[in-house]
C-alpha cells in the first residue's frame, strides 16, 4: 500500500519527532511524548510545528513515558494512518466533546494536580513511587480539587489520577475522553488504517493494545459500538 504521505526525518525519543509533506504539498509534523502523541499539518513546517492546520491527536501507553519511547514502525504507522485520514477528509476526534465547561474544567484541574502530585513526590532510581509519598500529595490535590469544583464533580479527580497503585508504579492514566459517537468513529477508522500498516508482530501488539485502551478511552454503548465498528470494518 502506497503511503499518502512522504516522510523525511522519523526518529528521536522522548519525544519521537517526524517531518514531511503530504501529496498537496502541506507539511506534517508528528510529536510524540509523555502519555500522547499529535499529527499536525501546515502551509510551512514552521506553521505544523505551530499546530495552526489540521491536526489529530490520541493518548498512547500503559505508562506516563511510554509515547516517547514508541518504535519507529508504530510512529510511520500512526504518521501514514494519519494521512489517509487527511485525504479522506475524516474529521479529527474531539476530545470531551459533549461535556459541560464546568466538567471540561474540573478535568483539566485533576490532569494538573495530578503532574504536580508526580514531579513533587519524590520517588526511588526504580521508577516506583512510595504510598508514603504520595498520600500525603493526594490529600492536598483532594483539597484544592474539591475547594474548586461543584460536590457533583468530585469523582472527576478519582477517575484522572487513578488509583494509587497505578499512579505509584506511573501508569498512564488515559480517563475517558470519547463522549460521542462520531469522534469515537474517527479514532476506530485510523486504527484500523494503522494496522493495515504495522508490521504483522507489532499488529498484534497493536490490538492487544486496543483492548486495553478503548474500554478507559470509551463508556459502554454508542460510542464504544461505533469505534470498534470502524475499526473491524475494513479488516473483514
Known amino acids: 500500500m502506497k503511503p499518502l504521505v512522504t516522510i523525511t526525518s522519523l526518529d528521536g525519543s ?23 502523541w499529535e499529527f499536525s499539518t501546515g502551509a510551512t513546517q514552521d506553521e505544523a510545528i505551530d499546530g495552526t492546520g489540521w491536526s ?23 504518521i501514514e494512518s494519519c494521512a489517509d485520514m487527511y485525504a479522506a477528509r475524516v474529521a479529527p476526534p474531539v476530545a470531551e466533546a459533549g461535556l459541560s ?30 504510598r508514603a ?25 478519582d477517575e484522572e489520577i487513578g488509583d494509587l497503585d497505578a499512579l505509584a508504579h506511573f501508569a498512564a492514566a488515559h480517563a475517558r475522553w470519547l463522549h460521542d459517537a462520531a469522534s469515537a468513529r474517527s ?20 490490538m492487544a493494545q486496543g483492548e486495553r485502551w478503548f474500554p478507559r478511552w470509551t463508556a459502554d454503548g454508542a460510542p464504544r459500538d461505533a469505534l470498534l465498528h470502524a475499526m473491524r470494518e475494513p479488516l473483514r
Open 133 to 157: 509519598a504520595l498520600t500525603p500529595k493526594l490529600a492536598e490535590a483532594r483539597a484544592v480539587f474539591d475547594e474548586r469544583t461543584a460536590p457533583e464533580l468530585r469523582h472527576v479527580l
Open 187 to 206: 479514532v476506530g477508522m485510523r486504527w484500523a488504517a494503522m494496522l493495515r500498516r504495522l508490521p504483522a508482530a507489532q499488529r498484534i501488539e497493536a
Open 56 to 78: 489529530w491527536s490520541e493518548p498512547y501507553g500503559d505508562r506516563i513515558f511510554e509515547a516517547g519511547y514508541m518504535s519507529e514502525d508504530h510512529a510511520r504507522a500512526i
Open 101 to 130: 465547561d464546568a466538567e471540561r474544567t474540573a478535568r483539566w484541574l485533576a490532569r494538573l494536580l495530578r503532574s504536580d502530585v508526580l514531579i513533587y513526590s519524590d520517588g526511588p532510581d526504580s521508577g516506583v513511587l512510595s
Open 14 to 36: 522522548a519525544p519521537v519527532q517526524g517531518e514531511g509533506t503530504l501529496p498537496d504539498g502541506k507539511a506534517f509534523y508528528f510529536r510524540a511524548r509523555g502519555e500522547a
